[in-house]
């Protein structure tokens, strides 16, 4: 086993996954020499060893004795001895910040002896009995399991009894008496005494803040904030200095800048005759930091000779924790700061200019999640509101408008200038014309991959899903009581996942009038200004292109608007919804070919017009069109309620007409599972003459764009090959009606013709496929679906969450690529590919073109383009940049 205790003065900041954040920054304030209490560090390796074994390395209590040894010699004071004993902390310390997430106790070394030496010693028994408290008080929660409510109800009769509220009121001899109450409620409570061994309390204590690791907010915490789940947690042991000795004493948190904004200057809170964990439990009111001048400007100035050194060093915002010791200042933690995702912007430029740091780092310490939530419209935080539900915040923004329950109402009052939310139980393909009417989605059921999710984001729509509490039956809501009705207003965050009763006022974002062109980067926006400088950066260094899914004109010339250089996805099959339907309709009954190609026919030119207007709005930039994926049932009504309908009918006596025509259709195209079934490829291949249909429309399209003097660049994508020999025989077909088209209209081109791999055995056998391809689009939504033998659709709901606090995975497959699995097949996929055809085009076209950390992944894998929803593009733009950088 290597060394698994490190003493501060052997550590440094770039060994945080060792000692942690905290103990590398202790270490680092160690050695540039600044007031730092000396103390040890125990490797979160030992902490590794006690979650997988659930006892600490058996060679770890020699090593602790040692360092203890060596920390008694630097205090001149012993753990334990009766008169000035020495007493430590035992902190929590992660790689990764996870604040307030797990554990510490203050004080470790005083018992009912040493107690005494300590009131002597310092000429203050209040503060020695207050400390004495404090510790019974943290060890009973932190290593005794014991409820805080035992000891704040203990606290709040001893003020009771002392006729005050205010607990710097109670004296010694009160606190005494709270010491002993505090030892019988443990003894009581867990049948134990108060340990009264220094050593057994530190033991203990470490053992605690190994265990925190997985309690069950550090969990959640974990899972929140996407991080590893077997990093484990330092524990740093450190001699303990009061900022409870009196008013010449006090403890504070500044910030080198003002996380909120990211300007200069002095911000924090500084509480006289207090401990650290007085300060954020907020018992007592701070003052500024700033009134430290006035209050001791010895320390003041210390503070910001030594907060401007650790900027220096750090190069960057700075979080500050601090002790003041009658008089003397003592530095108890840095890290660089958490801030706003706009001070993140602003302080990043500010440092270019500074000269501290370049724009390269500048870049990578932006993200796109920040500028994602830059992007979003945002409820006023002064605003009143009336909370009914938090459910799942799927797709972000602040949308208020009048409940309506179907997406026909939505389009109905949309159309009359009214603002609505849809709120369904969960939403399908039908109901996206009443998503697009809409200011926002609301659903009780379905997750962030649902339906009402993933097509929210794509079109930047404020979405909620997942209010389980919500009944949203019988035309109205009903949830805790309260009953919604039907043109009553609400609100709905779709980043908290908040849902409010009535208006609640908007704040609009800057920076999406920026990217839509409304406002310009230097109209003197501070923000704005700061984002122009940073994505403009991004787009010099980026190897990636950034393409976008889009299937209307509207879409793809608002994606241009934000960015994109093209469409790496249009889904055709949405251009059959809504009035066309009725056309799929007959070309699913058609009962022998004039039918069939009469259907057809009246589809083609509502393509024709569609295409026209996608590669009209991308003129002079590539446009891949996927040919038709979806089972041909999906534009057919849902079995059950055509099952309902005939049988009603029949009972009526009435003749079901149509009704019962479709049954048979609905029951003949059945399949049990249809992800598996007659779609993509295979559609094609089966039903004669749909792909040449939608060829013959794009092929038109793009010669009447032409014949215009522009330049439309189409690129057809076959869906769903998993054998060269099905891509072959499209690919046969496609170019013949290229061909007639180009002969017809006397127009020349050259139109790649590709595919998607979506399915194992295409990447498998993807140097096969590559012979009959120009480009590759991975689409990893459906392999996603494919590896893991997940259906998306029933997953979410059904096990994720489970699989979540298990660890199996850290986030869902579907939001951001699983690099071991699917990512594996996307880079077999990449390297079969261009071994066939070193000019292979490859790109990706699923959900994950848009997530940043999938963006990364792309970017090492190889990739030429990502493409993702319009909304994304500025955050693809950004990851894409900063993928170069890492």
Known sequence: MPKLVYDFAEGNKDMKELLGGKGANLAEMTNLGLPVPPGFTISAEACKVFLKTGSVPPELADEIDHHVAELEQKMGKKLGQADDPLLVSVRSGAAVSMPGMME?????????????????????????????????????????????????????????????????????????????????????HTGREFPQDPRAQMDLAIEAVFGSWNSERAILYRRQERIATDLGTAVNICSM?????????????AFTRDPASGQPGVYGD???????????????????????????????????????????????????????????????????????????FRIATSLVDEGVIDIDEALRRVKGAQLAQLMFPRFDAEAAKTLLTKAI???????????????????????????????????????????????????????????????????????????????????????????????????????????????VPVVPSPVVQYFEGSLAADSGDELVAAVHRLISHADEVRRLDVRTNADTGEDAARARRFGAQGIGLCRTEHMFLGERREAVERLILAEDEAECEAALAVLEPLQRGDFIELLDAMDGLPVTIRLIDPPLHEFLPPLTELAVKVALAKERGEDPGRDATLLAAVERLHEQNPMLGLRGVRLGLVIPGLFAMQVRAIAAA????????????????IPLVGAVQELQLARDEVEGVLQEIADAEGVEWSTPIGTMIELPRAALTADQIAEAAEFFSFGTNDLTQMTWGFSRDDVEGSFFSRYLEKGIFAVSPFESIDRDGVGAMVKLGVERGRRTR??????????????????HFFHEAGLDYVSCSPFRIPVARLEAGRATQS
Not at 838 to 855: A, F, N, R, Y
Request: glycine share 12%.
């Open 104 to 188: 510490t106790v203050l004080n470790v070394g005083l018992n009912d002896d040493s107690v005494n030496g300590l009131a002597h010693h310092s000429g203050n028994p209040r503060f020695a009995w207050d400390a004495y408290r404090r510790l019974i008080q943290m060890f009973g929660k932190t290593v005794l399991g014991m409820a805080g409510e035992v000891f704040e109800d203990a606290i709040d009769a001893a003020k009771q009894a002392k006729g005050t509220t205010n607990d710097l009121d109670l004296d010694a001899d009160d606190l005494k008496a709270l010491v002993e109450n505090f030892k019988a409620a443990v003894h009581e």
């Open 270 to 344: 500084y509480l006289q005759n207090a401990q650290g964990e007085d300060v954020v439990a907020g018992i007592r009111n701070t003052v500024p930091l700033a009134d430290l001048e006035t209050i001791d400007k010895t320390s003041y100035d210390e503070l910001m000779a030594i907060m401007a050194k650790l900027e220096g060093h750090y190069r960057d915002l700075c979080d500050i924790e601090f002790t003041v010791e009658r008089g003397k200042l003592w530095m108890l933690q840095t890290r660089v700061g958490k801030r706003t995702a706009g001070a993140a």
């Open 241 to 253: 200095v009061f900022g409870n000795l009196g008013m010449e004493s006090g403890t504070g948190v």
């Open 838 to 855: 070193p000019d292979l085009k490859l790109g990706v076209c699923g959900e994950h073109g848009g997530d940043p950390d999938s963006i």
């Open 702 to 717: 793009a010669a009447e764009l032409k014949k215009q003097g522009k330049d439309p660049r189409p690129e057809i994508m």
């Open 393 to 503: 915040g799927a797709s972000p923004g602040a949308a208020s408008g009048k409940v309506v329950f179907t997406s026909e109402a939505a389009v109905e009052a949309a159309d009359k200038g009214e603002k609505v939310i849809l709120v369904r139980r969960e939403t399908n393909p039908d109901d996206l014309h009443g998503m697009i009417a809409a200011q926002g989605v609301l659903t009780s059921r379905g997750g962030k991959t649902s339906h009402a999710a993933v097509v929210a984001r794509g079109m930047g729509k404020t979405c909620v899903c997942g209010a389980e509490d919500l009944d949203v039956t019988g035309g109205r809501i009903t949830v805790k009581g309260k009953t919604i009705e039907a043109g009553e207003v609400i609100s709905i965050d779709g980043t908290t996942g908040e849902v409010f009763l009535g208006e």
